[in-house]
């Protein structure tokens, strides 16, 4: 909010300051700041920074098969290979049969990846937002569903990939449900589905969760002055509830479709590791590191690191999702202005608390 | 419960329907109607968390029954899952082990840089910001390569210790993942104190590191609590960094070990004892999130519900 950064500001410099009076930017609260930040920097430097710069060194390797002409034994080891890996993206003869036909298997996988995102996310957008509708009309109760909104999150995402192996099985309840006999788990054009409905269960009810907190910050006043000016109740939904809620709803879809694109245990847990139908980016990749190809699954993770900064520049750009900014959701004033403001109270951000296990 | 999965699967058309607005006809049919969408919400979330609870609950040799209550009902699965073979209780204990230093040190270490996001002005905060939001977005995978070869002295790294099927070897890529969550928690938080209670407070004669430890730590106290059990169900529920690192079945978490109980009885998937580890592995969570899901709520949308 506007408002508190500009209380913030002046008050720090007495609130947090030395012995001496200093002013917010004077060198010492700066070194105290890098001082307490410092931990932290440590952790993603080490934790993150290097092995980041490791896996691009990496990708640019490749295993000595080729034996040792004097020993014939297959050397260890590996050596420089410059783009070979990234350019076997495009030469591999490694062709797979998936869901949108026959390619090569990564391309299989960068497809899987994409399309489980975009129907996912779709579905789960559209669920979400449904459910937060719901929920903010209840008068009572609404404690009630949020308790039963947060068992899907809370369950580990590979037992909710076990539970709808169970569910989806030949023999299952599904099937029973359906009166069908759909082999769900046999990596048919099926499994896709089965991965987009668990996947949904699990995360549509956070979506939903966190439009109700974008739609209670619109007051209520709004929504009577439309009535009085005769708005339709599509009208009120298209014109105030859908750009009102918007800030809330791009950040929290921008962290669930980061989230589905490095999806890795659905697939694993509920289809299975090798069934090309639904191989998404992050299990090819873990596959070729099992298969100790170190060189490739760093040039796959690589390209999959790239995309979802990719995807999440286009949305920061082209959808103005405002990340680390200032649109906070707070019960009172939300004006679309608010966002100009960059220095970072970094609350509408958290939504990736919830969307990044 | 039969009549209660059919409406299940029309709850998807019968959610987007309900959602649309409506106009007044009535305030009863309003009620009514928000009613039954919640309700409608509910089955939906609960239905197949009951399927599970239900499958762990019959017999062992049951375990594709699609009866809706179990029939007879057995704790046979339950008693399975802790037999020797699948070393369940071991795993339970790494689990919480692995979670809760990752909980503890997060905190301690994400405590600090919030404080200073929150309440110190210094050029390049707008940087450190986006490095830890950055961080964040990091799909698992590519950490997975370099950590693999790191841990297990590959090639470049002899001079490393070896961390395959070690504790470190888990907490410290979790560290990674749960700081960034931690710090933008806390600093919302943070910044939701007034900053007039450290001027108080130092006016009294403290130092800003006691008005820090003595009145911004125990008010945040709701907020630090939140995102120890945030980042801690976050840690819990890891599967790709503890399936690649924690190999030896004696060091394995809960969650890989779950995935593995397939291969270890001969080629059934033992669904009934998935399921009743599945259980055991989410119900101290789900009695957690309930009770705390007010604060949950609030701190996975920031203060943004109150």
Known sequence: MATATAVSKPSTATGDGHKRKKNAFSDGQGRLAWMLLAPTLLVIFVMAGIPVVMSIRESFFANDNAPDPTTGLIKQGESFVGIKNFAQIFTSTDVVQGNWGTMNRFWNAFLNTSMITIVCVVIETVLGVAMALIMSKAFRGRGFVRAGILVPWAIPTIVSALMWKLIFDANGVMNKILGQQILWLSDTFSSFWAIVIADSWKTAPFIGLLTLAGLQTIPAEVYEAAKVDGASAIQQFTQITLPMVKPTLVVAVLFRTLDTLRMFDLPYGMIGPGKYRVETLSVFAYQETQATRFGSAAAYSMVLFIYVLLVAYLFVRVLGADVIGEKAPKKKKVKKNDRNDTQAAPVSGIELAGGAH | ?306
């Open chain 2, 1 to 306: 419960m039969a009549a209660g999965v059919v409406e299940h699967h029309l709850s998807q058309a019968e959610v987007a329907q309900l959602a649309k607005p409506r106009r007044p006809l009535g305030a009863k049919i309003g009620v009514v109607a928000s009613y039954v969408g919640m309700a409608l919400i509910v089955i939906y979330c609960i239905l197949p968390f009951y399927w599970m609870i239900v499958s762990s609950l019959r017999l062992p040799s049951m375990g594709l029954s699609t009866s809706f209550l179990p029939d007879p009902p057995s704790i046979e699965n339950f008693k399975g899952v802790f037999s020797g073979q699948n070393n369940f209780g071991r795993s339970l204990i790494n689990s919480v082990i692995i979670s809760g230093a990752t909980t503890i040190i997060t905190l301690l270490v994400g405590m600090v840089a919030a404080y200073a996001l929150a309440r110190l002005q210094f050029k390049g905060k707008g940087g450190v910001l986006w490095i830890i939001m950055a961080c964040s977005m990091f799909p698992q995978i590519t950490l997975i390569v370099p950590l693999l070869k790191m841990f297990s002295q590959t090639d470049p790294f002899e001079w490393f210790p070896y961390w395959i099927n070690t504790y470190q070897g888990v907490i410290l890529p979790y560290l990674a993942f749960g700081l960034p969550l931690a710090v933008w928690n806390l600093t919302a938080f943070f910044r939701q104190l007034p900053v007039e209670l450290e001027h108080a407070a130092m006016v009294d004669g403290c130092t800003p590191g006691q008005a820090f430890r003595k009145v911004i730590v125990p008010l945040a106290a709701p907020g630090v609590f939140t995102t120890a059990i945030i980042v801690f169900i976050g840690a819990w529920n890891e599967f790709l960094i503890a399936l690649t690192f924690l190999q030896d079945a004696n060091m394995q978490t809960a969650t890989v070990a779950i995935s593995k109980f397939t291969g270890t009885t001969g080629f059934d998937t033992p669904y009934g004892t998935i399921m009743a580890a599945g259980v055991i592995v989410t119900v101290p969570l789900l009695a957690a999130v309930l009770i705390f899901q007010r604060r949950i709520v609030a701190g996975l949308t920031a203060g943004g519900v109150k």
